[in-house]
């Protein structure tokens, strides 16, 4: 979906409070340290937000990383060496505008103020009308300290992107792997920034995770790429589940590239809070290898080995935020139904194939336990099930219904006698009578039609 035929596609955006109040209810992610009142901009992911989350991931990887012979991937530690973040910049220039309220003592990033009402007196100003001091630059890397001898450590950071450790690595990766340009370096991690306003739930933490690819090739191929992964990264999008009506790409104008960046995109997805970016592809240039080789003394350009031409790579970025990609999956899963007769639904709408859940198996009876152990085991073994046995069937469904399991599978009293069980449908509702034998493939037929 293309910038300019965004509309009114939001208009059926659940509320953030509705969203916020089931994901901690039913154990999707909830505030880090809550039993001590919580830490701003921190967020703990439950046992269904950690499934949601490990099969995105999970996702990710067979897309961008197995599923290619171009790609290789890595895991870097999260704390590198100082110099990197001031080959990068981030050291000189990583920072936001901040300005301080001298009446409430709170901190708001100058650029974000505009319009906002003032959290001490919202009714009756807004934060411009406050005492504020002048805006000055903040810088936003969190910083740690290396060395067992107290004061006398090397001051380092937490890593504010996970991209710089594959530029570090990309000589070592580019020799271990023997691959041949055009090739990619990806990896998915931990990543911090010190926001100086946290805000909309997990949108924008302190601590988050990101998925990035890094594509390096020749100078005269960069639009080529560019194009080629904005496609893929468009298709990810779409494979993921996505409304159409909630994805569009959005150009970089000439005054927010930065200053490295020959052209990027955004990848946006409709919250309640507006079209917000899920992923952006860079063209990078050759500035990050150029100045790592400047900063490092090593050499990181690649000769051809037909033409003998010595270059610096170009790199194409493709950078996911994989939390955003989370929190927009349970925006546009959320549906509220109203049923034949009056009855309503909450029902999360989830990809089945990344349903926290993809099944749950309900004996009608705590005493039907012993006959569907056999059952519960086999399942266990290939999908992600929950087993159920509290409070009366219809109940249990909306259950179901409101974490997004995609089939519940029920053993009834007649089960021992014809060997069928009930298959019970999340979207339609609709159930079929599927001999024991046969759940297996009958599950793993839905889920692969899903895919």
């Not at 994805?247 to 200053?259: I, K, Q, S, V």
């Not at 970016?277 to 990078?284: A, L, Q, T, V």
């Amino acid at each position: 979906m293309s910038v300019e035929s965004a509309s009114d596609a939001g208009a059926q955006r659940v509320a953030m409070d509705k969203l916020v109040s089931l994901c901690a209810r039913r154990g999707f992610l909830f505030q880090s340290s809550e039993i001590y009142g919580g830490i701003n901009g921190f967020w703990d992911y439950g046992p269904l937000g950690a499934e949601l989350k490990q099969k995105l991931r999970q996702r990710w990887w067979q897309f961008t990383v197995r599923g290619r012979a171009d790609v290789e991937g890595i895991d870097s530690a999260i704390v590198a060496h100082p110099r990197t973040w001031e080959a990068s910049g981030h050291v000189e220039s990583f920072t936001d505008p901040m300005v301080d309220c001298k009446t409430c003592k709170r901190r708001f990033r100058a650029d974000q103020i505009d319009g906002e009402p003032c959290p001490e007196a919202p009714k009756k100003r807004a934060i411009l009308d406050c005492d504020l001091t002048e805006s000055r630059n903040f810088n936003l890397m969190l910083t740690t300290t290396v060395g067992a001898q107290e004061g006398a450590g090397q001051t380092a950071y937490l890593r504010p992107e996970t991209c710089q450790p594959i530029f570090n690595d990309f000589k070592r990766v580019r020799e271990a792997a023997r691959q041949k340009l055009p090739f990619g370096i990806a990896q998915v991690g931990k990543a911090f920034r010190n926001e100086i306003t946290p805000r909309n739930f997990t949108f924008r933490s302190r601590e988050f995770e990101q998925a990035e690819l890094e594509f390096f090739c020749h100078p005269s191929q960069r639009e080529e790429w560019f194009d080629y992964w904005l496609g893929e990264r468009m298709r990810f999008h779409r494979e993921l589940g996505f409304q159409e009506s909630s994805l569009r790409t959005r150009p970089h104008g000439p005054d927010e590239l930065a200053h490295y960046c020959a052209r990027a995109m955004d990848i946006e997805f409709l919250f309640p809070f507006g079209w917000q970016e899920i992923e952006g592809i860079h063209d990078r240039g050759d500035w990050d290898l150029s100045r790592h080789s400047e900063y490092s003394g090593k050499d990181l350009s690649v000769t051809d080995e037909e033409t003998r031409e010595k270059f610096m790579p170009m790199c194409i970025e493709s950078s996911v935020g994989v939390d955003r990609t989370a929190l927009a999956l349970l925006v546009d899963a959320y549906h509220e139904e109203t049923l034949e007769g009056g009855d309503e639904r909450v029902v999360m709408r989830f990809h089945p194939g990344l349903a926290p859940v993809t099944v749950a198996l309900l004996p009608l009876s705590k005493k039907l336990k012993p006959e569907v152990e056999g059952l519960e085991a086999e399942l266990r073994q290939h999908f992600s099930l929950q087993y159920d046995q509290a409070g009366n069937i219809g109940r249990r469904y909306r259950r179901q219904d409101e974490i997004g399991t995609p089939w519940c599978v029920t053993w009834d009293f007649e089960t021992a006698d014809d060997r069928k069980v009930t298959v019970r449908h999340r979207d339609s509702m609709q159930q079929d009578r599927v001999p024991i034998e046969g759940v297996r493939r009958y599950l793993t037929d839905a889920l692969e039609a899903a895919s």
